[in-house]
Structure formats: C-alpha cells, structure tokens
C-alpha cells in the first residue's frame, strides 16, 4: 500500500472501497505532506511513546505515526473505514485499531495497560463537531497525558491560546491552560482536506503541565464558577454568580471577596485570569 497524504493515493483508496464520506462524523481527510510532517514534527513523538489517535480516517497520518512512535492506538467510529484502515496499515505491526466511539473510550484504562500508567501523547486531525468533549474528557478523567497535539477550526484554537481582554476569551481557555499550555503550531487552509471543509483550521499543541499552575481547593466548584461567569458574560461578577442558581454564594459573598481581591465591585468575569479566578473560588469555597 502507497503512502497516503497526497491527493491522488487518497482518491485510489476511496474509489477502491467505494467510499463515501458522512458529514456527521467529520470527515475531512488529510492530503498535504507538508501539514502532516509538520503535526508529526511539533507533536515530539518518538519511538518510546504510546500515542493515541482520535479518528484515524483512512489512516493518513497513522502511517506516520506508526513510522515515529513506538506504538499506535487509534480509535475510529466509522465501521465502513476499519476494512480500509487494515488494508492502508498492513506494513505495519504497531498499530492497534479500535472501532468505537472515542467518549466511551476509557483511555486512562488503556494509558495504564498498553503504557504502564507512563504519559501518553495524544495526536490527532479532530472531528469538529466534538473537539471541546474530547479535550475535556481526556483531561477531566485525570488520563496522564504529555501532549495533545491536534487539528481543530482555527477559532476553537484561537479560544484555547486567549487570555483576558480578548472576545475569543472565556470557560474553553481557562479549562485548556488550567492543565496545559497551548501553542498555535500552524494555521492550515481548506485546501488541505479532502472534502474541504468550510472552516479554516489550526493545529495546536497543549503540553500538559505537570503540576497545575494555581492553587485550588475544588476544582469543580472552580469550574462552575468559571461557568456561571460566561454563561452570562454581559452580565457583572455579582449578578452573574449570585443569580446562577447552581452555585451555594450569595450577591453579597461574590461583592466581599472581589473586595478582599481589590477588584472593582462591577467587573465582568471575562476580566478575570485564570489566577484570579482560583483565588476567588478558595475566597468563596466554604
Ligand atoms: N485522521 C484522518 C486524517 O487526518 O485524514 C481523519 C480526520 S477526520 C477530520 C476525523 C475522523 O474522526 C473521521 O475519520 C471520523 O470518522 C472520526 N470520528 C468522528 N467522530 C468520532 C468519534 N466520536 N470517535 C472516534 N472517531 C470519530
């Protein structure tokens, strides 16, 4: 089997099989050489890493996975690709391929088995449609992790990288840089897939930090105050955490401890860093 990753060996698989892309999963394959050499190389895999791939499609960057890491999981969900996958794989001894969908995939388990509980780098050109779940599931079941690597729509990666101050800013960036710090490594256009999709796109690593960068008693108690704060972003701190109904503060609470913080008693959440909103959460945390 040819390598994948240019237009024309892309085409001979897909009329081999007679395939036919679903637009509910996100299928948007990948035919440049150059974007798949470079997600290859800014991921830093090396062949002492177990990687895992969400969605692996016809096997395009699979195949490079396999010739750089020391062993492969990839996890798809589209049964009409497996046949594909076994055949565009055949060369190779270090993939595994799992036909199941990637949120009822329990990864930590699979980290413990295949890499005895060492991080894993997670690799992967993402389906759309369900980036923010993934992420927030590998890092909420605790999964030990390096990196994540992964091609997602440029605005989401923009979303990840923001700070406060800036419209693309809210509850994505704060979850993505309380475990890890996210670099933008290329910005890649329509033209690179196949179908083009209607969206440009980024890849981004995020490179999980070992230990987390604030203090926090709770982290979920952290978090839902972070989504209380952007539910209603138009809206102050006070009337934003006071009124939010699933959250155990009062007006008055959120008004004393933005005081003890010698913040301004009408400040937006969309104001607050990441560091600001632990020390409020420990402020508010009973
Ligand atoms: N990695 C391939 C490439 O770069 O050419 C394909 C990437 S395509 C953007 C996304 C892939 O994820 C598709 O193969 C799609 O079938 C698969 N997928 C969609 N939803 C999934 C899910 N819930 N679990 C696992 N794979 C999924």
């Known amino acids: 089997m040819a390598t994948l990753g240019n237009p024309g060996?892309?085409?001979?698989?897909?009329?081999k099989y007679k395939f036919n892309f679903q637009k509910k999963f996100g299928q948007n394959f990948l035919i440049d050489t150059h974007v798949l050499d470079k997600i290859i190389r800014e991921s830093g895999v090396t062949k002492d890493d177990l990687v895992i791939e969400i969605g692996p499609g016809i096997g395009t960057m699979t195949q490079y996975l396999c010739?750089?890491?020391?062993?492969?999981?990839?996890?798809?969900?589209?049964?009409?690709?497996?046949?594909?996958?076994?055949?565009t794989l055949s060369a190779y001894d270090n993939v595994t391929v799992i036909n199941e969908d990637v949120l009822k995939v329990d990864i930590k388990k699979l980290a413990e088995e295949r890499n005895g509980g060492k991080p894993v780098k997670v690799v992967a050109n993402l389906p759309y449609y369900i980036t923010t779940p993934i992420i927030m599931g590998l890092f909420e079941s605790h999964v030990p992790i390096d990196s994540i690597t992964i091609m997602v729509q440029k605005e989401v990666a923009d979303r990840m990288q923001e700070g406060p101050g800036?419209?693309?800013?809210?509850?994505?960036?704060?979850?993505?840089?309380?475990?890890?710090?996210?670099?933008?490594?290329?910005?890649?256009?329509?033209?690179?897939?196949?179908?083009r999709p209607n969206v440009g796109s980024a890849v981004i690593r995020l490179t999980c930090h070992e230990k987390s960068p604030v203090e926090v008693k709770d982290e979920s108690f952290m978090f839902n105050i972070i989504r209380a704060s952007f539910n209603q972003r138009r809206k102050t701190l006070v009337n934003g955490l006071g009124n939010a109904g699933f959250l155990p503060v009062t007006k008055e609470q959120v008004a004393e401890a933005l005081e003890k913080m010698e913040l301004s008693p009408t400040i937006r959440g969309e104001a607050l860093s990441l560091e600001q909103f632990a020390h409020l959460s420990n402020m508010l945390k009973k």
Request: net charge negative; charged share 20%.
């Open 9 to 15: 060996n892309t085409i001979e698989v897909l009329q």
């Open 166 to 195: 800036s419209k693309e800013y809210g509850a994505l960036s704060l979850a993505v840089q309380y475990y890890a710090k996210p670099e933008i490594v290329a910005n890649v256009p329509p033209n690179c897939f196949m179908p």
């Open 67 to 87: 010739e750089n890491a020391r062993e492969v999981v990839a996890i798809e969900i589209d049964k009409n690709l497996i046949p594909i996958l076994q055949d």
